[in-house]
């Protein structure tokens, strides 16, 4: 899963892409809501964690106009502001979510956890493919029963396919939205880690739909 940090305090915005990223995430940051926008109307992502105040273009107008454009991706608003109106103001500009500052990082990571769920219609935080049960809350995955170990790329792979099961899934989404955006986008590990989870989880989990992609079917 892919994100988007927009924040432009620079220590709270390392601490954010170091927890993010130790949570398994793929993650890219701007640093003024210029480049903020910019970034959510032309990169493909998850979730977007933003500031309301921002140099360049405040966290709402950034907000608005993301919505406006018909952007649809889950935002969690995180800022310092904790008067109801300032929330009010951030929900009817389009966010998904409200955080103030300061916060806990397991309530970050896990308010994310459920935006990233419920946008692509899931609502336990277990999601299961046949015998195949994977846990977002701990990152466990397990085979009837018996736990597998994964690398992270293999996780984060399975994890976006499970996220959308029962969907043709392209090679070119998944690197849009399991690699941050310095990514080599010619690579062609996808078919390698594909390989190395059908391996480990069973050849049938993952359909190749050729010409198309991969649909994870759960059969």
């Known amino acids: 899963m892919r994100v988007l940090i927009v924040e432009d ?3 709270l915005a390392r601490q954010l892409r170091a927890t993010l990223e130790g949570a398994g995430y793929a993650v890219d940051s701007a640093h003024d809501g210029e480049e903020g926008q910019y970034l959510g109307e032309n990169e493909a992502y998850d979730a977007v964690i933003l500031d309301l105040g921002l140099p360049e273009v405040d966290g709402l107008t950034v907000l608005d106009r993301w919505r406006r454009a018909g952007h649809r991706m889950p935002v969690l608003v995180l800022t310092a502001r904790d008067s109801w109106s300032d929330k009010v103001a951030g929900l009817d500009a389009g966010a998904d979510d409200y955080l103030t500052k300061p916060f806990r990082s397991e309530e970050l990571i896990a308010r994310l956890r459920a935006l990233i769920r419920r946008a692509s219609g899931n609502a336990s935080s277990e999601l299961t493919a046949g ?47 399991i690699y941050d955006q310095d990514f080599d986008r010619d690579s062609n ?23 198309l992609g991969y649909s994870l079917e759960g059969r």
């Not at 994977?134 to 992270?152: F, I, Q, Y």
């Not at 976006?160 to 849009?176: A, P, W």
């Open 189 to 211: 590990t996808i078919e390698v880690f594909i390989t190395r989870i059908r391996k480990k989880l069973g050849a049938e989990l993952i359909q190749t739909i050729r010409g």
């Open 131 to 177: 015998e195949v049960r994977l846990d977002t809350r701990s990152g466990r995955v397990t085979l009837a029963g018996e736990p597998v170990k994964l690398t992270a790329q293999e996780y984060k792979l399975l994890s976006y396919l499970m996220h959308h099961k029962g969907k043709v899934v392209s090679r070119t989404e998944l690197i849009e939205h």
């Open 9 to 11: 305090e620079p220590t």
